[in-house]
């Protein structure tokens, strides 16, 4: 019994050495991950193989990338300690800010664990403004998307999007809670008295907790490939036929930026698929300025806006989401201005 | 002595809150079998009540006789029932 345990665990261990190691080394030997595929060489295939090859090409050069940001992801979610990072967002101090800007976007890969914490958070009286953070970090900011935008659109413009998002998700969520709105909705959802029950979160053994990891991070590949391979089926097209001029014209300049960030918002894009689509539109033509605030656009589309409405009420949805679209074109023009490429 | 187990999800059940719902009525069955009396409950996280007596977690999780044990994953059935034995 006790061998089959240490078995199980070196097993664990080496599948995800495996995974750094591999990504480690693609890094080191500046190996791309991402696809390479031109409009050029997919316009000349039958209209049935355009999707094929390009997907063909993301498995290719992706699946280390993409493996590592699933185990990780699954790592992160299963150490991280929850009780001690949701006792401080819960808190309604400052700190709370800190907490669900750097720490929750890590594990909240899941949007079924995002909304039902935010509900939470509010109803436990942390105040819309941490609660309001954690909701634009998580999605924007989630270990598995930065990991795969490091690789397929380049560390800087990354970099760009976790700094700005992170900073744009904390400012927003301190304005909102300085509105009219926000000190009402505070004042509605008073701090409920002090739990009576007790968490006393077990240790389970090292072994278990690792399996417990690696089969999160499977569910995730599980839920999110799929629709990420719909989603490549469509980008491959729109790489293939949409005319570059268009995206020269209106996604380059100042008002590329601005442009970018109108259409990232009700372009609903599942996790990931917006970074390949981004790739696309980069391929085409879109300036980094752009790119970036198209990245950023993510926490304020169409359905993420649906669920949180229903808890906070249409006026809080419409300020944070201005605020968010504000946010993006900043970021964008500050982007262009500082590292250039308008 | 008897056991009670509360499932904490969201309602709607996603597919990793009915996991653990199907895990904890499994490892109440195994213990079942045995002459043990399990009491399974499901509430929901988003829930004032459940946020007034446990504060704010993370879905899906599992208390045994009032006190959250596990948070934020979904237990195996082994695991589960390893936790009813120790309060046992």
Redesign the interface.
């Known amino acids: 019994m006790e061998r089959k345990r240490a078995l199980k665990t070196i097993l664990m261990v080496a599948f995800v050495l495996f995974f750094i190691i591999m990504m480690a080394r693609a890094i080191i030997g500046a190996y791309t991950l991402t696809p390479t595929s031109t409009a050029e060489d997919l316009k000349g295939l039958p209209l049935w193989q355009i999707p094929f090859v390009y997907i063909w090409d993301y498995v290719q050069h992706g699946w280390v990338c993409l493996g590592f940001a699933f185990t990780v992801s699954g790592l992160f979610a299963e150490f991280i300690p929850k009780s001690f990072m949701l006792k401080y967002m819960s808190s309604g101090k400052p700190i709370a800010y800190l907490i669900a800007m750097l720490i929750a976007p890590l594990f909240c890969v899941c949007s079924c664990t995002m909304v039902p914490l935010f509900s939470g958070l509010i109803i436990a009286g942390g105040g819309i403004g941490p609660a309001l953070t954690f909701l634009l970090a998580a999605p924007a900011n989630n270990l598995l998307a930065d990991i795969v935008t490091i690789q397929v659109l380049g560390w800087q413009i990354a970099l760009a999007d976790i700094v700005a998002a992170g900073i744009s998700a904390v400012v927003i969520g301190f304005l909102v809670s300085k509105t009219p709105w926000g000190r009402k909705f505070d004042q509605k959802s008073q701090k409920t008295p002090e739990q009576i029950a007790s968490v006393e979160l077990v240790k389970l053994p090292v072994d278990e907790r690792l399996w417990s990891a690696l089969k999160f991070g499977g569910y995730l590949a599980k839920r999110i490939i799929p629709a990420f391979v719909v989603g490549l089926v469509a980008v491959s097209y729109f790489q293939a036929f949409f005319p570059s001029e268009l995206v020269k014209t209106y996604l380059t300049g100042a008002m590329g930026v601005v442009y970018a960030a109108i259409l990232a918002g009700p372009l609903y894009t599942p996790t990931l698929i917006e970074v390949a689509m981004g790739k696309a539109l980069v391929n085409l033509g879109m300036t980094p300025g752009a790119t970036v605030a198209w990245l950023m656009g993510q926490p304020y589309d169409i359905p993420n806006a649906l669920s949180t409405y229903r808890i906070v009420g249409w006026k809080i949805v419409i300020i944070y989401s201005l605020l968010a679209f504000t946010a993006a074109v900043f970021s964008g023009l500050i982007y262009s201005l500082l590292i250039g490429g308008i | 002595m008897n056991l009670k187990v509360e499932v904490i999800g969201?309602s709607p059940p996603?597919?990793?809150?009915k996991k653990t719902e199907e895990n904890a009525m499994k490892a109440a069955a195994r213990l079942s079998a045995e002459g043990v009396k399990v009491e399974v409950a499901k509430l929901d996280?988003?829930a004032?009540e459940t946020?007034?007596?446990?504060?704010?977690?993370?879905?899906p999780a599992i208390?045994i006789n009032?006190?959250?044990?596990?948070?934020?994953?979904?237990?195996?059935v082994g695991?589960i029932e390893r936790?009813l034995r120790e309060v046992l």
Not at chain 2, 52 to 58: A, E, I, N, Q
Not at chain 2, 66 to 76: E, F, L
């Open positions: 969201v996603c597919p990793r809150c996280v988003t004032k946020i007034s007596k446990y504060g704010v977690l993370m879905s208390a009032g006190t959250v044990k596990i948070m934020g994953k979904v237990p195996d695991v936790l």
